[in-house]
């Protein structure tokens, strides 16, 4: 392979080495430039000489201050760099360019599991709700024994499984921010994919009752929509494990009735809502796989669908891209609130958001969490932005959605269940990442990781940094992948394998 590196903007002055092994020093690239030491693949070479304090050029943005001269044809390390200041919140852009809308995308549609309240799933699951840790391991127990004992005669339905977490008691129910568990928690037990009403085992004495994850009327709504089969087992009621385990069991076998009646119908492209997410980013995550995910982000917003992308701290630094994107000044604003809410979040624990790049975000060439926001947003591809949520609301919007959530793949996750129906997730160190709830497809920045672990990535977006493949061509394959996903034709390997992580609801609250 002759030498390469891709310089995204013309204005950066740093570009990242493609070639997988890196190049020694002395390599001289077909612009003339030469390498005067080794660089690792995915880390920066400088473009042209640099003096102490000159800005650091990447995506056309500042990514840093030199620390000292910096000779051209040299590796550009993290401790070259000085972390600039986020963009302030105040005095940005508000909505002064959100893009025209593309010409909309019709035919496309997929064979999803239509629900009473409208809503579509792209998988037939029995989910049971727990309101508390304590009665998980019971839950667990029980939906092993649902599995092998009552589940082979309902063969319309996917899978049987515990809706566990660590929140429910012992917390500040009533402190600030509690509402941002509890309400990703109810709606993950209402989630398009379960069907329609929850089934909810709790313990008795929880500060997280059934009637605060649910108000009592909308229980009794639920009460209506099960039939009024059981929806709430008590354990502290019942006698006996024995027993908690029968009422279980009984209560299972009746919503499996229920669920195994559903049936795949077609439904357009527009029902579904695409959570993105990156994990393990490296510096080809911005110009690879979160580019053909902001492409297929694009074709959902012009099918009519929904797509969120999320990750507070790796959009903070790109916000200034992102206000003048707004569909309107009340959307910006909410974008800002979303920010700030976060960077009060972060001081309160003495932290920001320089806290997040990984030792493995490093590797990968990533200096800081500038950089790693500007590869990130690109995610969210090139539509208007339509609607901001809050942590833990639910996305009701069509379009492009900013759904705020923290950056840790296992919470962004979990907090996007409350929304999404399909989830697309891009890496560049790799990660086996997968969720119970609905399907994890994920797509890599580098052919290397494809290649290393064939198994586990389901899209290799790498073809784009060689130049085997588009933007757009793997966009088009992203998007083709995630209808064949929701239909149930077509596998991810997380859901091949059963790899599904545990949920873990965003407490930003006391523990007591
Ligand atoms: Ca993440």
Redesign the pocket.
């Known amino acids: 392979m002759e030498p390469l590196y891709i310089r995204v903007h013309e204005r950066d002055n740093v570009a990242i080495i493609v070639n997988p092994e890196g190049l020694p020093a002395g390599t001289r690239f077909p612009d003339g430039l030469t390498l005067i030491e080794n660089i690792p693949q995915a880390h920066k070479v400088a473009l042209r000489e640099l003096s102490r304090g000159e800005p650091v050029i990447r995506y056309g943005e500042i990514i840093g201050w030199a620390t000292g001269a910096v000779k051209a044809g040299s590796w550009v390390r993290e401790d070259l760099l000085v972390l600039p200041q986020p963009p302030p919140l105040d005095g940005l852009s508000l909505a002064t360019a959100p893009p025209a809308a593309q010409p909309p995308l019709t035919g496309y549609c997929f064979e999803g599991f239509r629900n009473q309240d409208g809503s579509v799933g792209t998988k037939n699951i029995l989910g049971i709700t727990t309101t508390v840790q304590c009665v998980a391991p019971t839950v667990d127990y029980a939906v092993q024994r649902i599995k092998k004992e009552i589940l082979p005669r309902f063969p319309n339905v996917d899978d049987v499984i515990a809706i566990t977490h660590t929140y429910g008691c012992g917390v500040a129910i009533d402190a600030p921010g509690a509402e941002i568990p509890i309400s990703t928690l109810k709606h993950i037990s209402t989630h398009p994919n379960l069907g329609g009403a929850p089934l909810i085992v709790s313990l008795g004495c929880e500060k997280l009752q059934p009637e605060r994850l649910f108000r009592a009327p909308d229980l009794a709504q639920l009460q209506v929509l099960n039939n009024d089969d059981p929806l709430l087992i008590r354990m502290q009621d019942e006698r006996g494990f024995g027993e908690v385990v029968r009422a279980i069991l009984s209560a299972a076998e009746k919503r499996l009735e229920q669920l195994n009646r559903r049936q795949r119908t077609t439904v357009p492209a527009s029902e579904l809502v695409v959570g993105s ?3 393990g ?1 490296d510096a080809f995550s911005g110009v690879t796989c979160n580019p053909a995910v902001g492409y297929a982000a694009d074709l959902l917003v012009r099918a009519g669908a929904t797509v969120m992308f ?2 507070v701290t ?1 959009v903070r630094d790109a916000v200034h891209l992102l206000t003048p994107r707004a569909i309107n000044q009340d959307v910006a604003r909410a974008l800002i609130r979303e920010m700030k809410w976060y960077d009060d979040y972060l001081a309160r624990g003495s932290a920001d958001r320089s806290d997040n790049p990984t030792p493995g975000n490093k590797r990968g060439g990533l200096a800081n969490v500038v950089e790693k926001a500007l590869g990130s947003v690109a995610k969210a591809g090139t539509s208007a932005l339509m609607a901001v949520a809050a942590q833990g609301e639910k996305v009701t919007a069509k379009g492009l959605v900013f759904a705020a959530t923290p ?3 296992f919470i ?2 979990t907090q996007q269940l409350a929304s999404m129906n399909l989830h697309i ?1 891009t890496t560049g160190e790799g990660s086996p990442y997968g969720l119970a709830m609905v399907p994890v497809i994920k797509v890599s920045s580098r052919t290397a990781l494809a290649e290393r672990w064939p198994d586990l990535i389901d899209i290799d977006a790498g073809r784009i940094a060689t130049g085997t493949a588009t933007i757009e061509e793997v966009g088009w394959e992203i998007f083709r992948f995630m209808l064949d996903v929701a239909s149930g034709k077509k596998k991810t390997w997380a859901d091949h394998w059963g790899l599904h992580n545990a949920l873990a609801p965003f407490n930003p609250g006391p523990v007591t």
Do not use: L, P, Y
């Open positions: 997410q990156c994990g980013s999320s990750e790796e950056a840790s793949d962004c996750g997730f």
